[in-house]
């Protein structure tokens, strides 16, 4: 469980305004009728007046005519009936509330427990929802109904307060308001019918309502009151910088266990840490053997006391160890805990004695640590513990002693067996073997028996051992009468030997089921987080999260993920039989929409066929995870749920990742698409824009040229310059379309047996007039066999190799060409003389729109090398370039030979 920061009461509700949260003001008293309604009423009728929009969401008039008369003038949200065994209830209707969405909603006792079928079991959790749609809520409470005085009360009146609050929602409250009045003016107001009808007044009189215990009711109250404005005085102190003794932090820690009296040990921590404003911890020391052996009425009790400290505010600490001392103490020094309340349940000396007392422990080694001790009697340790019957118990109770199961007296008839045998055997030879040995033998079946059975077989079959040991071999024979007194130190020593090596039998069982249980359960844990660590696709790894936590758990796993329109969508079910209807799914929307978890076994929509958690992460909740336990019993284990939890983080952590890589991706795409186009516009601007210039500049000389003012010769040059940009803009659209090609995937090789000589020799009668004046080497080798190619793409490859080459050299500086075979593949290579390229650079060349920063004023698109690449890989080929010895670049390409050769090359050496 993470550990959250505690805050003094101003902090936590500016930490509430500053998330847009309502504010809770609570109308408190010491008991029922001092007039909390009336003065909530009396509030709400004040800011009506004010212009603020107030309406009543339930209040409780009790057939009370005034307040009924301060109700009447207040807007009401009508409530919803509730059908609870054949009579009509009526409960604040939530969800017309929140549609209302009033600036102040007023809500009657706080404390109230819903009826069956409602959303949340209590109606504090409607008011924590509503708070978090940001409605302001006035309501009532009574003193009596609070967590931490639960015991305290029933201490006082002798009545146990069944509704209760946890005390954060006072803490989280905006303003509490203390309604108080005199004890004789209270028993006026019961005397009166004010309060109860006439019979129930008077039966109140005499219980709860006397007037020592409406005095202690109201102390209490005026006691929370009073420390609440203390903490807020020291509170403005602080903030404020007022000088003042500030105590030292304190740390509270309270050892809980499945016993009901940790209850109140639990409520007395969390009174301790709230008087001086400390952290407080829970901790519950599992004892290693206990663990497998406990029943599930004690499961069902320590998860209660969880539950309790949880909501209370402590934070949750689970240990293992066989010396719940040691394990305290340890956790206490780790922790810098300063305070530790342990109970201590009436038991005799005789049992600490043999035992040993884990109280008596813990203070003997505190070292300088207060410990604070809480007598328990044996009825608050012991009441509401008795273990209670499951259905399946119920039933083998039921069906009676002769359908029980056969083999549990198995191990008795096997005992009885091995002690008629070892006697067959032993009793020819007795006169040899002696006592000693032969109460040695018999000891073999009391040790196979706890070995295979445990202990209560192994006592049962030394205490066999005994009488057959004693009756046969132990003189006088053939009676139970010995002789020699000697012997009964040994009949000892026999059953003690049985009832250790069973008792050491049986708890090396139960560690060894334990140590299986932890190993399959961290075993799950590995192998979800190992499977799902290694896929990158999300219907795998909600298929992953699916079985694992369906086969683990034991249950029917669905996986609900938002789809576009943020609703949530079934995207995996790990059975067949889907019990996702439209109740079950409401269910799941709700633990979407408020990050919390509901369903089956919790106190928010508990009628439905599942349990749901939320997905949540940093980010927000990502799905929700939904499980119907094949096992009605499981979502009430402790551990199962805690590892339903782990399974839930790894599985929001996973899918999150999936999610934020595909955001990675697209934003990637985005920013290489804004590359891209920058890069494209810019190319655009200069590489249209300077041939069409060329051309413009061309036509309008040659258009204007009315009185024949150019010659032959000039008129000749002007159309060449049109030419030449022409071709400029053609093979810069070819640039553009192929490329576009290249990446839609719609380029399509239309291969034949190409000769590389002839592609050269046409690629260069293609450029032309950009050759002239340029020395040119071309070197072929020899008898080259044909390649299968695209001919026109492969020439289009050397044209744009070309090209660069001439771009970025000097003019008048060497192009040479060279083709020939390495192995099975035909490499051409062209290299030019200028200015190399940086090794970090080399591998850059080939990427869309990448230029070489160059003193030479080169223009192109930045295409024409990874249009080379793509038509290259392509036909299975690759290219590369590299600094040459002569300064400049030497680009190759080389593509694969067909084991089907079509002739030689023959020889070709030119020079231009």
């Given at each position: 469980m993470t550990k959250e920061k505690r805050l003094d009461p101003d902090e936590l509700l500016a930490s509430l305004e500053d998330e847009g949260l309502g504010k809770l003001t609570i109308f408190l008293g010491a008991a029922a009728g001092v007039g909390k309604t009336y003065a909530m009423l009396e509030a709400a009728g004040e800011k009506l007046l004010e212009g603020l929009d107030v309406v009543v969401g339930l209040v409780e008039t009790h057939g009370r005519a005034d307040t009924e008369a301060m109700l009447a003038?207040?807007?009401?949200?009508?409530?919803?009936?509730?059908?609870?065994?054949?009579?009509?209830?009526?409960?604040?209707?939530?969800?017309?509330?929140?549609?209302?969405?009033?600036?102040?909603?007023?809500?009657?006792?706080?404390?109230?427990?819903?009826?069956?079928?409602?959303?949340?079991?209590?109606?504090?959790?409607?008011?924590?929802?509503?708070?978090?749609?940001?409605?302001?809520?006035?309501?009532?409470?009574?003193?009596?109904?609070?967590?931490?005085?639960?015991?305290?009360?029933?201490?006082?009146?002798?009545?146990?307060?069944?509704?209760?609050?946890?005390?954060?929602?006072?803490?989280?409250?905006?303003?509490?308001?203390?309604?108080?009045?005199?004890?004789?003016?209270l028993i006026q107001r019961l005397n009166d019918g004010k309060v109860y009808g006439a019979g129930q007044a008077t039966e109140a009189l005499k219980r709860f309502f006397r007037p020592g215990n409406i005095n202690a009711l109201r102390e209490l109250a005026l006691r929370y009151t009073a420390q609440r404005v203390d903490r807020q005085l020291e509170c403005y102190m602080r903030i404020h910088g007022i000088a003042g003794p500030w105590p030292i932090g304190e740390k509270v820690l309270v050892c809980i266990s499945a016993s009901p009296f940790s209850a109140k040990l639990i409520r007395i921590a969390k009174r301790m840490a709230t008087s001086q404003n400390a952290e407080w911890l829970a901790v519950h020391v599992e004892r290693t053997l206990h663990r497998l052996s406990r029943n599930e009425a004690e499961r069902d009790s320590l998860a209660k006391n969880l539950r309790l400290a949880e909501t209370l505010g402590a934070e949750i600490i689970g240990l293992t160890g066989d010396n719940i001392a040691e394990e305290i103490l340890e956790l206490a020094i780790k922790r810098n805990v300063s305070q530790i309340i342990i109970g201590k349940p009436e038991h005799t000396r005789f049992r600490n004695i043999i035992y040993g007392s884990v109280v008596d422990k813990v203070i003997r080694h505190s070292h300088g640590i207060s410990i604070h001790v809480i007598p328990g009697s044996q009825q608050e340790t012991e009441q509401g513990y008795q273990p209670q019957p499951t259905a399946q118990k119920v039933k083998e109770i039921a069906k009676g002693p002769r359908q029980q199961p056969f083999r549990a007296i198995i191990p008795y008839i096997v005992?009885?067996?091995?002690?008629?045998?070892?006697?067959?055997?032993?009793?020819?030879?007795?006169?040899f073997l002696g006592a000693v040995n032969i109460s040695m033998l018999f000891l073999l079946p009391v040790l196979l028996s706890a070995a295979r059975w445990g202990r209560f077989a192994a006592v049962i079959t030394?205490?066999?051992?005994?009488?057959t040991f004693d009756f046969f071999f132990v003189p006088p024979i053939f009676t139970f009468t010995v002789a020699d007194i000697r012997y009964l130190l040994s009949f000892a020593i026999f059953m003690l030997v049985g009832l250790i090596t069973g008792t050491l039998s049986a708890r090396l069982k139960k560690q060894i089921n334990y140590s299986r249980q932890r190993v399959s359960r961290v075993s799950a844990l590995y192998s979800l987080s190992r499977d799902i660590a290694a896929v990158d696709k999300l219907d795998a790894v909600l298929e992953s999260i699916a079985n694992n936590v369906a086969s683990t758990l034991e249950g029917q796993v669905v996986l609900l993920l938002p789809n576009e329109n943020a609703q949530l969508v079934l995207q995996k079910n790990s059975g067949s039989n889907n019990f996702l209807d439209e109740s079950e799914l409401a269910v799941a929307t709700w633990v979407f929409e408020k990050g919390q978890k509901a369903g089956k076994g919790t106190e928010t929509l508990g009628g439905a066929a599942a349990l749901y958690l939320p997905l949540s992460t940093e980010q927000g909740a990502q799905g929700v995870l939904g499980i119907c336990f094949n096992n009605t019993e499981a979502q009430f284990d402790p551990e199962r749920v805690r590892l339903l939890e782990a399974f839930v983080g790894l599985a929001a952590m996973a899918i999150n990742r999936i999610k934020l890589a595909e955001q990675a991706r697209q934003a990637l795409t985005l920013v290489e698409s804004e590359r891209l186009r920058t890069a494209l516009f810019n190319s655009l601007s200069h590489d249209l824009r300077t041939p069409l210039s060329s051309i413009i500049g061309a036509v309008t000389g040659l258009l204007e040229d009315q009185f024949v003012v150019y010659s032959p010769e000039a008129q000749k040059d002007l159309l060449q310059i049109i030419l030449q940009g022409a071709e400029r803009m053609n093979r810069f659209v070819s640039n553009l379309l192929d490329m576009a090609r290249l990446e839609s995937g719609m380029l399509k090789l239309k291969k034949d047996w190409c000769d590389l000589q002839d592609i050269i020799g046409v690629a260069v009668n293609r450029l032309g007039d950009l050759l002239t004046n340029r020395p040119l080497e071309i070197n072929v080798q020899p008898n080259l066999p044909l390649v299968q190619g695209d001919y026109i793409l492969?020439?289009?490859?050397?044209?744009?190799?070309?090209?660069?080459?001439?771009?970025?050299?000097?003019?008048?500086s060497k192009i040479v060409v060279t083709t020939q075979q390495r192995g099975k593949q035909l490499e051409t290579a062209v290299a030019n003389q200028g200015e190399g390229i940086p090794d970090t650079d080399l591998s850059k060349v080939f990427d869309k729109f990448y230029r070489l920063n160059s003193p030479l004023q080169v223009s192109g698109t930045g295409l024409g090398l990874a249009i080379c690449k793509g038509i290259i890989e392509a036909h299975g080929g690759e290219i590369w370039a590299k600094n040459n010895k002569l300064g400049g670049v030497t680009i190759t390409f080389s593509l694969p030979l067909s084991h089907k050769s079509m002739g030689r090359v023959p020889v070709m050496n030119e020079g231009v």
């Open positions: 003038g207040l807007p009401v949200v009508p409530t919803r009936p509730h059908d609870y065994k054949g009579k009509i209830f009526y409960e604040m209707d939530l969800d017309a509330i929140l549609v209302r969405c009033p600036q102040i909603v007023l809500v009657d006792e706080l404390a109230h427990s819903n009826f069956k079928g409602s959303r949340h079991k209590k109606r504090y959790m409607d008011v924590q929802e509503l708070l978090a749609a940001g409605i302001n809520v006035y309501t009532t409470l009574n003193i009596q109904h609070l967590e931490t005085l639960n015991d305290i009360v029933a201490q006082i009146t002798g009545v146990t307060v069944r509704e209760t609050v946890p005390d954060r929602i006072l803490e989280t409250a905006s303003q509490i308001k203390l309604i108080d009045i005199p004890p004789e003016e005992s009885v067996t091995m002690m008629i045998l070892m006697t067959l055997i032993i009793t020819p030879i007795s006169s030394a205490a066999m051992g005994v009488i492969i020439e289009q490859v050397l044209i744009n190799l070309l090209d660069n080459a001439l771009k970025y050299s000097d003019q008048g």
